[in-house]
C-alpha cells in the first residue's frame, strides 16, 4: 500500500501578498466554485496566522 499525506494549502500561504495571487488565480477560470474554495483557503491561512499572533496587516 502507498502512504500518502494530507496537503493542506493554507499552511503554504504566509503573507497577504500570497492570499491575493491565491485568490486572483482562482478567479482565472470560469468555475465559480474554484474561487468559493480558494476563499475558504485563504480564511484557513488567516485563522493560522493569527493563532500564530502574526496576522498580516490589512491595507
Do not use: R
Amino acid at each position: 500500500m502507498i502512504a500518502t499525506s494530507c496537503f493542506e494549502i493554507a499552511d503554504y500561504i504566509e503573507s497577504p501578498a500570497d492570499m491575493l495571487e491565491y485568490l486572483e488565480m482562482a478567479m482565472e477560470g470560469e468555475n465559480p466554485d474554484v474561487f468559493i474554495t480558494a476563499l475558504g483557503h485563504v480564511a484557513e491561512a488567516w485563522q493560522k496566522c493569527e493563532k500564530k499572533n502574526q496576522a498580516p496587516a490589512v491595507d
